[in-house]
């Protein structure tokens, strides 16, 4: 078994599943730096994209959902007792707690407002390289419709604690392992997403958040906003071609 560098509630990977892998891989491609390698039909198509070496996040071919979106994993010590503890807290699990060769073993639930997630205990596999680096995960942000009932869900499964951000809008604060913990990402209404379920959005980080936004473009993507600067770096909301939401971050030098 493989050392685990992440602690029981942090994100911990994230994955794509696709109608068209090959549009996919040459789209994340342009857009972020990856190196998508062809699926690997010993896993069903699945493959894992790298920067630099570092593996950064898995695409593969869509298994059944109609809704192409990103997947947000949170590490976990025992997948199985986590699975109990989200059904306890009034979730629901959309893929039972089940191993993933000898990499881990994973589940796939949603939180009582909607948004799915998923859940990984690493075995030789742990999870993302380098996050908070170029070409990597960078942040991750729940936009729910309920955000009080999926505050007090996370808590009981997770532990998270909160921590009010008024800047970005009354219902807005960062969730951390423990009061004194890190800030790991972020929950708040749907912000302007009214329409569409609640989700968990990711955030890449990129070199430069306008080629990005230039290559979604070329690349047949969708670019909701023109990047802006903001205290936390500059970004850019956007989508692939196949609806997955995502957002691009310039990340300070600091």
Do not use: K
């Amino acid at each position: 078994m493989a050392e685990n560098r992440f602690q029981s509630g942090m994100p911990c990977w994230m994955d794509l599943s696709v109608p068209d892998l090959d549009a996919a891989r040459h789209f994340y491609s342009a857009v972020v730096g990856w190196v998508v390698p062809p699926g690997n039909p010993d896993f069903g198509g699945y493959t894992i994209a790298a920067f630099n070496g570092d593996a950064v996040a898995g695409i593969g071919p869509m298994m059944g959902s109609p809704v192409t979106a990103w997947t947000l994993y949170f590490a976990s010590d025992d997948a199985d007792a986590t699975q109990a503890a989200i059904v306890q807290a009034g979730g629901a699990i959309v893929v039972p707690a089940g191993d993933v060769g000898a990499f881990g073993r994973m589940l796939i639930a949603a939180d009582p407002t909607g948004a799915v997630f998923g859940v990984w205990q690493a075995d030789q596999m742990d999870g993302f390289d380098a996050p908070g680096t170029t070409g990597s995960f960078a942040w991750c942000d729940l936009r729910s419709t309920d955000p009080d009932t999926a505050r007090a869900f996370y808590t009981e499964v997770f532990g998270f604690a909160y921590t009010p951000m008024e800047m970005a809008g009354p219902s807005y604060g960062t969730f951390s392992l423990g009061a004194d913990g890190p800030p790991m990402g972020g929950m708040g209404d749907m912000m302007g997403n009214e329409g569409i379920p609640p989700h968990w959005l990711v955030y890449f980080a990129t070199a430069d958040a306008d080629s990005a936004a230039a290559a979604a473009r070329a690349q047949g993507g969708t670019v909701f906003a023109d990047p802006f600067d903001t205290p936390f770096g500059r970004m850019v909301p956007m989508a692939d071609p196949f609806g997955a939401p995502f957002w691009a971050v310039q990340l300070p030098a600091a």
